[in-house]
Nanobody
């Protein structure tokens, strides 16, 4: 079992920045592809970003490309999501997820383990 705990969410004004962290415990962290997803009120959970176990492959949703950066520190067993130039439409609960296939994937169903989520609210 891999346990994931997100932190770093909060309230920020439009144009501001936040950095989310996701700390992993349990199985060897370095073997997993890690992803960030988000779910806004009344909407489906959607892909935000993913990074493979080696860090060699990174993909972003078009809506966040150029503003968000995903990274991981295997030694600290932590994946990060740096979010810049935040917009009100970025308001959502952000979830960290892990996929043991070691392939980059944007598909929610491919991920095996999920955190409890952290709220991000962007005011206009």
């Amino acid at each position: 079992q891999l346990r994931l705990v997100e932190s770093g969410g909060g309230l920020v004004q439009a144009g501001g920045s936040l950095r989310l962290s996701c700390a992993a415990s349990g199985r060897p962290f370095s073997l997993y592809t890690m992803g960030w997803f988000r779910q806004a009120p009344g909407k489906e959970r959607e892909f935000v970003a993913t990074i493979t176990w080696s860090g060699a492959n990174i993909y972003y949703a078009d809506s966040v490309k150029g503003r968000f950066t995903i990274s991981k520190d295997n030694a600290k067993r932590t994946v990060y999501l740096q979010m810049n130039i935040l917009k009100p439409e970025d308001t959502a609960i952000y979830y960290c997820a892990a996929d043991d296939s070691r392939r980059a994937t944007v598909l929610l169903g491919e991920y095996d383990f999920w955190g409890q989520g952290t709220q991000v609210t962007v005011s206009s």
